[in-house]
């Protein structure tokens, strides 16, 4: 016999409006230890530095988070112009000075060039490994490290506003794996005025924006209430572009233990698998066998 699980079984999406200066795994423990939940975990890192849609995938959504990593985020985010930070953020020493600045007709030209897939160096304080440690522990290290060039997605790139000479602010739709402090970084030297990021804001992920977020404020409150479980997405929220097949009672049985089922479906990389409007698992069809490789127990 299983081991029981401590802590209460809750399951689902809750979307946070992650404040300034708290990282997200401690978003994450609050949230656990709020709720009381028996699984949680979150579907993206923001820094501490950055606020922002912060999704909080609870017991069994925790097995579709890669899905929500994969999606599309899009940021908001001010470049202050005339310095380099070591950190490539407002957190960071000053590296570097220029006096030089941007008008808003040369910063819309550069724009172009940023955008479809770009090479981008990381930040050398992020969480990428190198030699099987992070490559922000090695840089508090004074350790001599290089940053490798890898190709990232950019769908879009505007600028907002310019509120004086020293600050833009930009808007950023991209994919998995973009560091906006790198984007930043990159105008900053493409317009000959350096520049590092002193502002930013995570607006969506993937299917959740800031309609269906809350604050860790408001999670305290509704905490012991129903409001919470009706602030809770379905986990198939984050599916609802994979094709859906509706399951009989027998066939759930046999998913639900492993099992396959033939079909007339010709094959697919992913089906998602409802009974009663519920989430069964997520399944590949293979040579007219319904094959399941994730399935959900709640």
Known sequence: MGRKKKGIPIHGWLI??????????????????????????????LDPLASGILPLAFGEATKTVSYVMDGTKTYRFEVTWGETRSTDDAEGEVTDTSTAR?????????????IGAI???????????????????????????????RTVQIDDLKLIDCPDSDRAIFEVQCGKGTYVRSLGRDLGNKLGCLGYISMLRRT????????????????????????????????????????????????TQKIRNGMGFKTDLPDTETLRLMHNDKLVALAKVEDGLVRPFRVFNY
């Open 102 to 114: 941007p008008t808003r007709a040369e910063i819309e030209a550069a724009l172009p060039a940023f």
């Open 16 to 45: 946070i409006d992650k404040p300034l200066e708290i990282s997200s795994n401690n978003v994450v423990g609050k949230a656990r230890w709020l709720t009381k939940a028996q699984k949680v975990g979150h579907g993206g890192t």
């Open 204 to 251: 969506k992920v993937g299917p959740f924006d800031e309609n269906c977020a809350i604050s860790l404020d408001s999670l305290e409150q509704i905490v012991h209430s129903e409001a919470l479980f009706e602030s809770l997405l379905a986990i198939e929220t984050v599916l609802d572009d994979i094709s859906a097949l509706a399951l009989n009672e027998e066939e």
């Open 119 to 149: 090479e981008q160096i990381p930040p050398k304080y992020s969480a990428i490994k190198i030699d099987g440690q992070r490559a922000y522990k090695l840089a508090r290290e004074d350790k001599d490290i290089e940053m490798t060039a």
